[in-house]
């Protein structure tokens, strides 16, 4: 099973950034996909999960700012980063699982390497 996190990079605070995780190796369309970051020093974070049937649950921090999806045909799932803050900064982990309890790591059997979101104020 392989992820493969790409899009991460520097942003001014208020701009936008998509990223992607391209999945091989699992049954895609069966497995609840989940964004979470980690700051340095900080513990991994849940930010966004969806569902096998595209049902989506978010964190607090980012609701109204960031959108999950999914593409089965591309086996990818996406994360649409708008109004940028500079607490966003962070390592942003794909991951993929039963998805259950929702944001707990423990719930992803799954992780990709990660990509670094950097948000300059």
């Known amino acids: 099973v392989q992820l493969q996190a790409s899009g991460g990079g520097l942003v001014q605070a208020g701009g936008s950034l998509r990223l992607s995780c391209a999945v091989s190796g699992l049954t895609f369309s069966t497995s609840a996909m989940a964004w979470f970051h980690q700051a340095p020093g900080k513990e991994r974070e849940f930010v966004a999960r969806i569902s096998s049937f595209s049902g989506t649950f978010y964190a607090d921090s980012v609701k109204g700012r960031f959108t999950i999806s999914r593409d089965s045909a591309k086996n990818t799932l996406y994360l649409q980063m708008n109004s940028l803050k500079p607490e966003d900064t962070a390592v942003h982990y794909c991951?993929?699982?039963?998805?259950?309890?929702?944001?707990?790591?423990?719930?992803?059997?799954?992780w990709g390497q990660g990509t670094k979101v950097t948000v300059s104020s």
């Open positions: 991951a993929a699982g039963s998805g259950i309890p929702i944001g707990s790591p423990k719930s992803y059997n799954y």
